[in-house]
C-alpha cells in the first residue's frame, strides 16, 4: 500500500505539470493562430481596396469620354464587354444616364442596377 501511496504522490504533481503545459501551449498556439487569421485579414483587405481603387480609377476615366455618351446602346455594350480583358473585376458593367437608369450594360441579358443612389448621378468632367 505504501508502495501504492508513493506512486501517487510522485505521479500526481507529474501529471499536474503535465496538464498545466498543455494548457499554456494551448492557449500560446490560440493566440498564435488568432494573430495569423488577422495578419491575413489586413493583407487581404488591402487587396481588396487596391482592386477596388484601381476598377474605380478605370470606370472614371472611361466615364469621362464622351465618346461612350454618345453611343448607342448595342455599341455601348460591345465596348463594355472589352472592360473584362482589361480587368476582371469589371465583367458585368453598366452605363447610367444622368437621372440614373441604365443605358447599356456589358453582359446582355444582365439585370439592370435597382438603384444608383438616391439621387441623379453627377457626370465626371469630360475628357478629351
Not at 499554456?24 to 487569421?37: D, P, S
Not at 481588396?48 to 448595342?74: K, M, Q, Y
Not at 480587368?87 to 456589358?106: E, K, R, T, Y
Request: contains cysteine; charged residues 20%; proline residues 6%.
Amino acid at each position: 500500500m505504501r508502495l501504492l501511496g508513493t506512486i501517487v504522490v510522485v505521479a500526481l504533481p507529474l501529471l499536474a505539470l503535465e496538464a498545466w503545459t498543455l494548457f499554456r501551449e494551448l492557449k500560446t498556439a490560440r493566440e498564435t493562430a488568432y494573430e495569423e487569421v488577422a495578419a491575413k485579414s489586413a493583407r487581404a483587405t488591402l487587396t481588396v481596396e487596391a482592386a477596388i481603387n484601381n476598377a474605380e480609377l478605370l470606370l472614371t476615366f472611361i466615364a469621362g469620354h464622351r465618346e461612350i455618351r454618345s453611343l448607342d446602346s448595342s455599341r455601348c455594350a460591345e465596348y463594355l464587354r472589352g472592360l473584362h480583358d482589361v480587368n476582371p473585376l469589371l465583367a458585368v458593367v453598366s452605363v447610367l444616364d444622368l437621372s440614373g437608369q441604365a443605358f447599356c450594360i456589358s453582359v446582355p441579358g444582365t439585370p439592370a442596377p435597382r438603384s444608383a443612389g438616391n439621387s441623379a448621378v453627377t457626370p465626371p468632367p469630360d475628357r478629351a
